[in-house]
């Protein structure tokens, strides 16, 4: 406001304008502040509406109700009509066991007892259904600090408490399979914290006198490496991680062989994973991780609860076995020291059978020792086999690093056959790929012990036809790239036996690794011999 006069006002004038000011301004900020009040109550009404939790406001004096929200109806399923022919409804709504509890809660209101309250109670629909609601209240004041009314929000809790209740149900079977479960095992949450675990779980860790649940597992075990607190770690990034055989020094100094596995385990908006899948998968002949897959489960409703860890105490297993292989040492050791010693007069018998056949012999003579003769080496090499086999068992197999030419390795191995593969109408070659070194440096005697053994075989089984030894190198032999830079320390070579025999049927060849079987027997009883043993 601006007023223009051309002699200076008076006091009277001047006051008179300061009021008329004083009031303009006055109302300026009234209608301002009804704006923001306005404004204020649209937004609050529009944030009560989209609630979907119940809002009342009830008197404390007259006990009517003085406000509702439209979530009165998604709560109640009743219009909000009814409430308002009737402000004692929401009393009569609740399920009459529980009205008691709520009435004490009042009267302590209105004796200044009590300024609100958070509970739980139920609820009776028109349908006749009971729910379950979670009530939070409290005390409002009028401007003279006398209870005035109680402002609630109800929220309908009752899916959340069966959930719950099925959760805590599918704990406690959780928790009666792992107790029960014939391995030690325990399930932790992601804070490591105690969920369940193995009565086995408490006698291989001398934790008889202690309850666990709840409980941190760095606490039970405070001196933890770090390996396994990054096992761990790596668990709860959802890896699954084991070990067959691993030897643990206990408190007391004493060692344990274990196998073990550390899996996550997770949990959804709808159950656990795994339950029984867990114990199943850990059975007390063989420790494998539970079946539950991850990749089959919705990604956007699991997540992992914490992680399971499953230890076996196999010390008399270990120790079974090392019965075992020092049972097969000494036998194998015994079986290499009688081959010696019968080989050592076999040699005599031999070398005696050279004696008779230079002496004069009828012909039916000469016949009987080279027969004899034949059979005695025939022996040896049985012998000398069963040796070789002794020291491979008995740990005691020396591979010798010795300068050979292999085209005479060669030559001497088809040469030792020669008379077998003349009386079938066969003769061995040897191939050798130009680019194969001949000059060479290892043990030749055990490599012409297996190709003898190959070709031998090879031609056992060859009626008619060929058998071809062929030498290259192999595909993934780096060594010719190092022989441009002056480093031939090493070839490595690929020999193939070719025949064209009766050959091996694919069943029969997945049993060439596998410990001595014979793919026939018939074979056997037709060609004799010991097979090839490639194991």
């Known amino acids: 406001m601006a007023v223009f006069s051309k002699s200076p006002l008076s006091e009277s004038t001047l006051g008179a304008m300061s009021a008329i000011a004083d009031g303009i301004a006055l109302g300026i900020n009234r209608k301002q502040a009804e704006d923001a009040l306005r404004v204020n109550q649209q937004q609050l009404k529009s944030i009560l509406g989209s609630l979907r939790d119940a809002v009342w406001s009830i008197s404390v004096k007259k006990f009517d109700i003085v406000y509702l929200n439209p979530a009165v109806e998604i709560v ?3 219009p909000i009509s009814e409430f308002l022919e009737n402000p004692n409804l929401w009393w009569e709504a609740i399920y009459p066991p529980d009205r008691a509890r709520i009435e004490r809660i009042w009267q302590s209101i209105r004796a200044g007892e009590s300024v609100g309250w958070d509970l739980e109670y139920r609820i009776a629909l028109p349908s006749g259904e009971i729910r379950s609601v979670r009530d939070r209240a409290h005390l409002v004041y009028d401007a003279e600090g006398q209870p005035l009314r109680v402002d609630s929000i109800v929220t309908d809790i009752t899916q959340r408490q069966q959930y719950e209740a099925a959760l805590e149900r599918e704990r406690q079977q959780l928790r ?5 479960a014939p391995v030690a095992m325990a399930m932790l949450d992601t804070q490591m914290c105690y969920l369940a675990y193995s009565n086995q ?32 770690q790596r668990a709860l990034q959802g890896e699954i991680l084991s070990q067959n055989e691993e030897k643990f020094e206990l408190a007391d100094g004493t060692f344990r062989y274990v196998r073990w596995v550390v899996q996550p385990w997770y949990v959804s908006s709808q159950r656990l994973f795994p339950n029984e899948t867990l114990a199943e998968g850990f059975s007390s002949d063989r ?14 409703d699991v997540e992992i609860g914490g992680i399971a860890i499953v230890t076996q105490a196999i010390d008399e297993w270990v120790e079974a076995r090392e019965a075992a292989l020092e049972s097969t040492r000494l ?61 491979l068992e008995a740990g005691e197999m020396r591979l010798e690093a010795l300068e050979f030419d292999l085209n005479t390795c060669l030559e001497d191995a088809i040469d030792s056959l020669s008379i077998q593969a003349t009386a079938k109408g066969i003769e061995p070659i040897a191939i050798v790929d130009e680019r194969v070194p001949t000059a060479l440096k290892g043990d030749d005697s055990r490599l012409r012990q297996v190709l003898m053994n190959l070709v031998g075989n090879a031609i056992k089984f060859t009626e008619d036809g060929e058998v071809t030894i062929r030498v290259s190198r192999a595909k993934d032999d780096r060594s010719a ?26 069943e029969g060849q997945n049993k060439l690794f596998q410990s001595f079987s014979q793919v026939d027997a018939s074979t056997t009883r037709k060609y004799g011999g010991t097979g090839l043993v490639l194991v």
Not at 206 to 225: K, V
Not at 338 to 364: A, C, F
Not at 483 to 506: A, C, K, P
């Open 76 to 78: 109640y399923h009743r």
């Open 176 to 180: 009666q399979i792992v107790t029960h």
């Open 201 to 232: 779980w408490l006698t291989d860790y001398h934790l008889e006198d202690f309850d666990l649940i709840g409980r941190s597992h760095y606490e039970i075990f405070p001196d933890l490496s770090r390996q396994w607190q990054e096992i761990y």
């Open 287 to 300: 420790l494998q991780p539970g079946a539950i897959d991850a990749a089959t489960i919705d990604r956007n």
């Open 331 to 391: 036998k194998s050791q015994f079986l290499a020291n009688m081959s010696h010693e019968i080989r050592t007069p076999m040699n005599g018998v031999i070398g005696m059978t050279d004696l008779l056949l230079k002496t004069p012999l009828s012909s039916q003579q000469k016949d009987f020792v080279k027969t004899l003769q034949t059979s005695g080496k025939n022996l040896l090499i049985l012998i000398n086999d069963i040796l070789d086999f002794s020291k």
């Open 481 to 506: 790239e190092n022989s441009s830079n002056g480093d031939r320390s090493q070839v490595m070579l690929y020999f193939e036996v070719i025949d064209t025999g009766i050959g091996i049927g694919l």
